[in-house]
């Protein structure tokens, strides 16, 4: 019988109501382990005190025994005289002060502007033993961990003091708890920030890059900045993202890259900033992207900022390899254009399928392969003699400049091969990048 059992366990081990209402934690719904617990240790003592009432002496000892218990100890108002109270053999009293650890895990995300929170609690190997041993000499099946129990206490009453939910599957924060000495640990999970970008000037590469000679130290090449261009798209947008969400680092992914001396206009190019340790997650979007705006001072701008997550900087990366894109390519060529050259063009290339191999200027970063993309669709305009105009519209990763010139035979067909004279790219704008951006 279950309380046989009860009064096995607690003649050997003191428990306070929560451990002993653990160890029946799967039965009953709606009620808690210090519940039950209690609800134990109140029927035993009624039993004995009905046996000592009886006069049998067995009632008596068993009363002392309850009152001996840590938590409650309803036995103890029966039991005449003075009872010494003894500490939880499992948990050491240390459930006793769930809300002092929840006060002190309250206070320390403070200084967090979140949603939501998770709390992970860890407890010392030997208090996790204990409870292990006693579960295997009683046969408890019905048992909760002291693990569960205590996340889910501490994280009720931080609910209770901070007004925020316990999230599971995408926390906020993540607060791990070592018990019983109290070490708490805050962790902001990464933030991730969904936008696009356009840029308006050549000459700005989309990430930092390093100098060659210094590796990013600063030296007299680099002017000590550390940098072959003074400034990026990146940058200029990570610096007042990381500002406003009182991070420590950031990251940023594009969908896609264009050449330094390539501009984005159209709708822009869609990029997620990544940011680590955000104290506040809930920075004003509007009021960001006008600062951002402000400091790029008109040579790089973003739009449609919003939160996002980690599954769309995948989606973003995955996509941008295959997802429609339209360039203004701007061509000299090293004869005289003429009108049926140009009927040639949007005739040869539209639906056509090129065989790229890896540009030679990338070829010192990027492995050799051969790639097998689609343009879609070419128009070509004159502007000069030699210069002609042409709007492409292609998969997303092929090279528009090689596509032109041929990169010596690496890309066919090629612009210089349908015209049968050389022509290169002398300006490249991507117009538009077709990419899904939600979830
Ligand atoms: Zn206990
Ligand atoms: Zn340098």
């Given at each position: 019988?279950?309380?046989?059992?009860?009064?096995?366990?607690?003649?050997?081990?003191?428990?306070?109501?929560?451990?002993?209402?653990?160890?029946?934690?799967?039965?009953?719904?709606?009620?808690?382990?210090?519940?039950?617990?209690?609800?134990?240790?109140?029927?035993?003592?009624?039993?004995?005190?009905?046996?000592?009432?009886?006069?049998?002496?067995?009632?008596?000892?068993?009363?002392?025994?309850?009152?001996?218990?840590?938590?409650?100890?309803?036995?103890?108002?029966?039991?005449?005289?003075?009872?010494?109270?003894?500490?939880?053999?499992?948990?050491?009293?240390?459930?006793?002060?769930?809300?002092?650890?929840?006060?002190?895990?309250?206070?320390?995300?403070?200084?967090?502007?979140?949603?939501?929170?998770?709390?992970?609690?860890?407890?010392?190997?030997?208090?996790?033993?204990?409870?292990?041993?006693?579960?295997?000499?009683?046969?408890?099946?019905?048992?909760?961990?002291?693990?569960?129990?205590?996340?889910?206490?501490?994280?009720?009453?931080?609910?209770?003091?901070?007004?925020?939910?316990?999230?599971?599957?995408?926390?906020?924060?993540?607060?791990?708890?070592?018990?019983?000495?109290?070490?708490?640990?805050?962790?902001?999970?990464?933030?991730?920030?969904?936008?696009?970008?356009?840029?308006?000037?050549?000459?700005?590469?989309?990430?930092?890059?390093?100098?060659?000679?210094?590796?990013?130290?600063?030296?007299?090449?680099?002017?000590?900045?550390?940098?072959?261009?003074?400034?990026?798209?990146?940058?200029?947008?990570?610096?007042?993202?990381?500002?406003?969400?009182?991070?420590?680092?950031?990251?940023?992914?594009?969908?896609?890259?264009?050449?330094?001396?390539?501009?984005?206009?159209?709708?822009?190019?869609?990029?997620?900033?990544?940011?680590?340790?955000?104290?506040?997650?809930?920075?004003?979007?509007?009021?960001?992207?006008?600062?951002?705006?402000?400091?790029?001072?008109?040579?790089?701008?973003?739009?449609?900022?919003?939160?996002?997550?980690?599954?769309?900087?995948?989606?973003?990366?995955?996509?941008?390899?295959?997802?429609?894109?339209?360039?203004?390519a701007l061509v000299e060529t090293d004869s005289k254009i003429t009108k049926r050259d140009l009927a040639r063009l949007e005739?040869?290339?539209?639906?056509?399928?090129?065989?790229?191999?890896?540009?030679?200027?990338?070829?010192?970063?990027?492995?050799?392969?051969?790639?097998?993309?689609?343009?879609?669709?070419?128009?070509a305009r004159k502007i000069g003699d030699k210069r002609i105009e042409l709007?492409?519209?292609?998969?997303?990763?092929?090279?528009?400049?090689?596509?032109i010139s041929?990169?010596?035979?690496?890309?066919?067909?090629s612009v210089s091969d349908a015209l049968g004279f050389g022509a290169r790219c002398i300006?490249?704008?991507?117009?538009?990048?077709?990419?899904?951006?939600?979830?």
């Amino acid at each position: 019988m279950l309380l046989d059992d009860v009064k096995k366990i607690l003649s050997k081990y003191p428990l306070c109501d929560n451990c002993l209402g653990r160890q029946f934690g799967g039965l009953a719904r709606g009620v808690t382990n210090k519940e039950r617990g209690y609800a134990l240790k109140l029927a035993l003592t009624l039993e004995a005190h009905m046996v000592s009432r009886r006069g049998d002496s067995k009632g008596e000892a068993l009363l002392k025994i309850l009152a001996s218990n840590g938590g409650h100890m309803p036995a103890a108002n029966v039991v005449g005289g003075e009872v010494k109270k003894k500490h939880c053999y499992l948990c050491g009293d240390m459930l006793a002060e769930i809300q002092g650890y929840a006060k002190e895990v309250a206070k320390s995300l403070g200084e967090y502007n979140f949603n939501n929170f998770l709390i992970g609690v860890k407890i010392a190997g030997e208090v996790a033993e204990r409870e292990d041993r006693l579960r295997s000499e009683f046969a408890i099946e019905y048992g909760e961990s002291l693990k569960m129990e205590c996340s889910r206490e501490i994280g009720k009453e931080v609910s209770r003091l901070t007004g925020k939910e316990v999230e599971f599957n995408r926390p906020d924060i993540v607060v791990t708890v070592d018990l019983p000495d109290p070490k708490i640990h805050v962790r902001s999970m990464p933030l991730y920030i969904l936008g696009r970008y356009r840029k308006m000037v050549r000459g700005i590469p989309q990430s930092r890059w390093d100098c060659v000679h210094c590796g990013g130290k600063g030296c007299e090449v680099c002017h000590g900045t550390g940098k072959i261009y003074p400034v990026s798209v990146e940058e200029i947008i990570t610096g007042p993202v990381l500002a406003a969400t009182s991070g420590i680092s950031t990251k940023f992914h594009g969908a896609g890259r264009e050449d330094v001396d390539a501009i984005v206009t159209g709708n822009g190019r869609p990029f997620v900033v990544e940011v680590k340790e955000a104290k506040n997650r809930n920075p004003d979007l509007k009021a960001l992207e006008a600062t951002i705006n402000e400091s790029g001072e008109g040579r790089v701008e973003v739009t449609k900022l919003m939160f996002s997550d980690k599954k769309t900087v995948r989606s973003l990366k995955e996509r941008a390899k295959i997802a429609e894109k339209t360039y203004r390519a701007l061509v000299e060529t090293d004869s005289k254009i003429t009108k049926r050259d140009l009927a040639r063009l949007e005739k040869s290339f539209n639906g056509c399928l090129i065989n790229q191999y890896t540009p030679k200027r990338v070829l010192h970063r990027r492995a050799d392969k051969l790639r097998l993309k689609r343009v879609y669709e070419m128009l070509a305009r004159k502007i000069g003699d030699k210069r002609i105009e042409l709007v492409v519209r292609c998969q997303g990763g092929l090279y528009v400049k090689e596509l032109i010139s041929g990169d010596e035979g690496r890309t066919k067909p090629s612009v210089s091969d349908a015209l049968g004279f050389g022509a290169r790219c002398i300006e490249l704008d991507v117009t538009s990048v077709n990419e899904a951006t939600e979830r």
